[in-house]
Nanobody, 120 residues
Framework: VQLQASGGGLVQVGESLRLSCAASGRTFDRYDMAWFRQAPGEERKFVAAIDWNGAHTYYRDSLKGRFTISRDNAENTMYLQMNSLIPEDTAVYYC??????????????WGQGTQVTVSS
């Protein structure tokens, strides 16, 4: 599956942003999906994940309550709603996919990343 992330930009502290990840093909619902982020000088870190039908979601503990992951299988798109943004959220955000029911497999498909910058 090919992934295209979008929706990043420059925002002020406290503002919101919604990222999108569009997937190619007609097999989107065969994949679990996730968001990761990478800040300058840091390793890529897990942000959130959602299973193939949206029944289960998972979040990095520090982001619970501010970020919400969702998906629309009819539109082949995943979203990340980010609220109350802080400068520490500044990073390149990547979407990723792996086949459903493969919880222990690595995330094998990646989008190109979208830059989020939170200015104070």
């Amino acid at each position: 599956v090919q992934l295209q992330a979008s929706g990043g930009g420059l925002v002020q502290v406290g503002e919101s942003l919604r990222l999108s990840c569009a997937a190619s093909g007609r097999t989107f619902d065969r994949y679990d999906m996730a968001w990761f982020r990478q800040a300058p000088g840091e390793e890529r870190k897990f942000v959130a994940a959602i299973d193939w039908n949206g029944a289960h979601t998972y979040y990095r503990d520090s982001l619970k309550g501010r970020f919400t992951i969702s998906r629309d299988n009819a539109e082949n798109t995943m979203y990340l709603q980010m609220n109350s943004l802080i400068p520490e959220d500044t990073a390149v955000y990547y979407c990723a996919a792996r086949p459903r029911y493969a919880d222990y497999d690595p995330w094998g498909s990646w989008g190109q990343g979208t830059q989020v910058t939170v200015s104070s």
